[in-house]
């Protein structure tokens, strides 16, 4: 378990980039101009699904949160990023 002052300091990091990106208007960095290809080798393989399937559900401050795969930058991971996961399966660079 993580000393909840790290806990405490991850949240507070969270917090302050999620409030950035919306007062800012930017996305997080996408690993790869392929959408799906969250892990940025090029393609959409069975590597970007696990890293979807992981973050699902997850939103800013959630244990399992990845920016990465909120490909539709609505601050969670839900099925309208795994459908473009699902999109581009198999696709390459």
Known sequence: ???RRLVSAIV?????VGVSMLVLGS???RA???AGDLNGDGRVDGKDVA????????YP??????????L???NKVDSL???????????ST
Not at 12 to 16: E, F
Not at 51 to 58: D, I, L, P, R, V
Not at 61 to 70: C, L, N
């Open 51 to 58: 890293m979807a399937a992981k973050a699902f559900g997850s």
């Open 72 to 74: 539709n930058v609505d």
């Open 12 to 16: 507070l990091a969270t917090i302050v």
């Open 32 to 34: 790869s101009e392929l």
């Open 81 to 91: 990023d795994i459908a473009i996961v699902a999109k581009n399966f198999g696709e």
């Open 1 to 3: 378990m993580l000393p």
């Open 27 to 29: 996305k997080p960095a």
């Open 61 to 70: 401050g959630h244990p399992r949160w990845d920016p990465i795969a909120d």
